[in-house]
């Protein structure tokens, strides 16, 4: 990212604080969630019930179709070739022995590719969905080890890999920056995310933490780590004429049609991007180079393309998480309250992205503190550019933090539940906004019972059974509540009493099609069978991102806004001899299958009455929501509290999480089995930061050397304890639905609560993820 886009967005950072503090100061009614959704008050209608999820028969009967599953008449296969130096320019890239191997329908280059604009990098403008602004496949100059410099295309799947084989390249290798050693030593830029600094500082904190009678100090690092999604990254694609078919695994279906577009010199509408089932996605099914160069490749051969990256090809490829290193500090008097919250440290991006690690944004608002510093700096290295992978920021942030808490607890000698309620802020201690829900203390005492916390000692080293060391720990994770702008959706109803939800929204496992057909039911007064919910297809209405747990709010708000449009319309069409005459869309609900007046039940007319009526088979209507103004009224955030215990052998340092229980505070439940299923995926990621991932940099080469799941560990089942989950089901007033996201609130915390556990067994503080045997002997 050049000089300027940084400048253009501390400008936008500007103007967005200035509206902010105004929406702050507005009335609630004003607001977005001003008024409660009324279906927080509903009891008994689909909300709340553990319906498995819809699309499981189709999965189980092999009947969902993945990215890799679409046919297409004349399709070939294709293989990518990747480079192998850091930074420099391709000399030679001889592909003759390639074009000729058996089945080799062409090879395509950066000589013969289509020319394209360059990508817009997510975050720049509103649709905008690239890793990076990097060129695809446009020049002769290579920006990391691993760019794509070639995509061979053949009848087989089988011919394009052995025909890779077979190109030769050499290079003229230009000076790069691998090393994170030597881009700190070229020096720190203010890190930038969502439009603003990543920087906080409310009073003297360097001088309240000298003063403060107790102190912790103390670095932590955590390591790169990759995007391991069990469906590998594919596209299935081909162009009908001027228009371009995009079969795609992705999160942000709508983004993406509008970035190709923009890089093809073609009108959005003529790009069609679908994704009805995608394999995980965890931030990394967005919009990398792979899917540009197969439809740049299949209007070279003027043949559909099917390109699915081989594991190896996803390290080269898609992002994942950079690493960081971390000073928190902490100043507190004798009783626990903290005078100073100080976290700092250095992240590494490249030089064509726009996502610094993010490590602080929990500590915005997780704790009171009378002054508090907060900075991340960045710096530069030539490699792969970094994205969002769960909780970015606040998986390793909570790490870092949550280690310094216990830290000062064990100081103080105050049991370290104890010291984070006392610590426990009533507002929001960076922007001074009221919480618009909280019960993260129950969701502490309700699980420090259920966990059996009471039986802790608190001296590590002194519980033993046998060669095992025995400890316990905990942390506390938050993540906040995010809607982003652009959600759409519309409504088609029909006589019969059935409704059709269409809106570019996306399934990646999580269960959002039945939680929102749940949802969409109890919206429209509807049984959950006369609901059809559609999404992952960007000719549907809105812009909806699946990330940041945002999704839920997103299309929660969009349905919202296309049922208000929905009454409006069926009250024009009841007339005078309605039951309903007279009425406002305000004054009126949807329940057994139709419309009634909230205060006046017995004023309720059927769909099927109001449509027979105005004689007509069906109605529909399409809205925006409203602009997701309620984040600057409200502090608005799911919160944790996590439990772990661990086994330690004392002989040979090996690792056992033995239990875990996670306690969480996520507003109302909209499925209990499918939020069951997240929370336990997300500590699941959450033991695999702690105890395993970790990508293997060669930082004199710039190289990914662990490219595959033999070498890069992440949790089988032998890892994975019993782990119980519990939440408090208490709805948030201010939220669509009375939800909030959990997507990624079951990672935060749970490196900490590890580690946390491992010190209380063994006694040695592990600041260095992740928390191998080696570490501990």
């Not at 230009?174 to 500082?201: I, K, N, S, Y």
């Not at 602009?627 to 086994?647: G, I, K, N, T, Y």
Request: with cysteine; net charge negative.
């Amino acid at each position: 990212m050049s000089i300027y886009q940084d400048a253009k967005q501390a400008v936008g950072g500007v103007v967005q604080g200035a509206m902010a503090k105004a929406v702050a100061l507005a009335p609630d009614s004003w607001v977005p969630g001003g008024v409660p959704d009324p279906l927080i008050r509903q009891q008994h209608g689909e909300i709340g019930k553990p319906v498995s999820r819809i699309d499981g028969p189709l999965k189980v009967a092999g009947k969902a179709r993945f990215a890799a599953e679409f046919p297409m008449e004349g399709m070939v296969y294709a293989a990518l070739a990747y480079s192998t130096i850091a930074k420099g320019r391709i000399v030679t890239l001889d592909t003759a022995l390639a074009e000729a191997a058996p089945g080799v329908v062409a090879v395509v280059t950066h000589r013969n590719m289509p020319r394209l604009n360059a990508p817009p990098p997510f975050m720049s403008q509103p649709k905008a969905a690239s890793g990076d602004d990097i060129p695809v496949m446009q020049d002769d100059v290579v920006h990391w080890n691993g760019q794509p410099i070639a995509i061979i295309l053949a009848e087989t799947q089988e011919q394009a890999d052995h025909a890779k084989s077979l190109i030769h390249v050499s290079y003229a290798a230009e000076p790069a920056t691998t090393a994170f050693a030597d881009a700190r030593a070229a020096g720190t830029r203010q890190g930038m995310f969502q439009g603003g600094p990543l920087r906080d500082e409310i009073g003297e904190a360097g001088e309240a933490f000298a003063a403060a009678p107790l102190t912790v100090d103390a670095i932590y690092r955590t390591p790169r780590h990759n995007h391991n999604a069990i469906e590998l990254h594919a596209v299935t694609c081909g162009w009908e004429g001027d228009t371009l078919r995009v079969h795609d695994a992705s999160q942000l279906v709508a983004h993406t049609a509008w970035t190709i577009a923009e890089m093809f010199g073609i009108k959005e509408e003529q790009v069609l991007v679908t994704s009805p089932f995608v394999g995980g996605g965890f931030g990394g099914k967005c919009l990398w180079q792979h899917q540009t160069l197969a439809a740049g490749a299949a209007k070279v051969v003027g043949r559909p393309v099917r390109l699915v990256l081989s594991r190896e090809g996803v390290y080269r490829v898609v992002g994942g998480r950079s690493l960081t290193e971390q000073r928190v500090a902490l100043g507190a008097d004798h009783d626990g309250k903290l005078k100073a919250l100080i976290h700092t440290g250095v992240t590494a991006k490249t030089p064509d992205n726009a996502m610094p690690e993010p490590f602080i944004l929990q500590s915005r608002s997780a704790y009171a503190s009378e002054t508090v510093l907060l900075d991340v700096q960045t710096v530069e290295v030539d490699m792969l550019a970094n994205t969002f992978m769960r909780a970015p920021g606040e998986a390793v942030g909570t790490f870092a933090l949550e280690c310094a808490v216990d830290e000062l607890a064990e100081a103080l000698g105050i049991d370290p539940i104890e010291l984070r309620l006392r610590n426990e802020p009533e507002k929001d201690p960076t922007t001074g906004l009221p919480f618009s829900s909280c019960d993260i203390v129950k969701a502490w005492r309700d699980g420090a019972e259920r966990f059996g916390w009471d039986r802790r000692n608190p001296v590590p080293r002194s519980v033993r059974e046998g060669e095992w060391l025995v400890g316990m720990g905990c942390a506390k994770g938050t993540y906040p509540y995010h809607r982003m702008p652009g959600g759409a959706a519309r409504i088609t109803l029909t006589r019969d009493g059935h409704a059709t939800i269409d809106i570019a929204a996306h399934e990646m496992g999580m269960g959002t099609a039945t939680a929102q057909t749940q949802a969409s039911a109890d919206r429209l007064g509807l049984p959950a069978e006369a609901i059809t919910f559609n999404y992952g297809d960007s000719t549907l209405p809105g812009t909806v991102l699946a990330g940041g747990s945002q999704q839920t709010a997103s299309i929660g708000a969009s349905v919202i806004a296309a049922h208000r449009a929905l009454v409006a319309q069926l009250l024009k069409l009841a007339g005078n001899d309605s039951p309903l005459a007279g009425l406002k869309a305000e004054e009126v609900g949807s329940w057994n299958g139709g419309l009634g007046k909230y205060d006046d039940p017995a004023r309720h007319e059927t769909y099927a009455s109001i449509l027979a009526r105005a004689q007509r088979d069906s109605v529909a209507v399409e809205a925006e929501a409203a602009a997701p103004v309620e984040l600057q009224h409200w502090s608005m955030h799911s919160h944790s509290a996590m439990f772990c215990e661990v086994r330690v052998n004392a002989i040979t340092g090996e690792i056992r999480v033995s239990r875990i229980l996670g306690s969480f505070d996520c507003g109302r439940i909209l499925n209990p089995k499918t939020a069951t299923s997240q929370f336990k995926g997300g500590i699941i990621m959450g033991l695999g930061l702690a105890l395993m991932e970790e990508t293997a940099f060669d930082e004199r080469k710039g190289r990914v050397m662990n490219a595959n799941l033999a070498d890069y560990h992440v949790p089988v089942q032998m890892d994975v304890p019993e782990i119980e989950v519990m939440w408090t089901d208490i709805p948030d007033p201010h939220s669509p639905m009375g939800a909030r996201g959990i997507g990624e609130i079951g990672i935060t915390g749970t490196g900490a609560a590890v580690a946390n556990a491992v010190y209380n067994a063994t006694g040695k503080r592990i600041r260095d993820l992740p928390i191998t045997l080696d570490k501990l002997l």
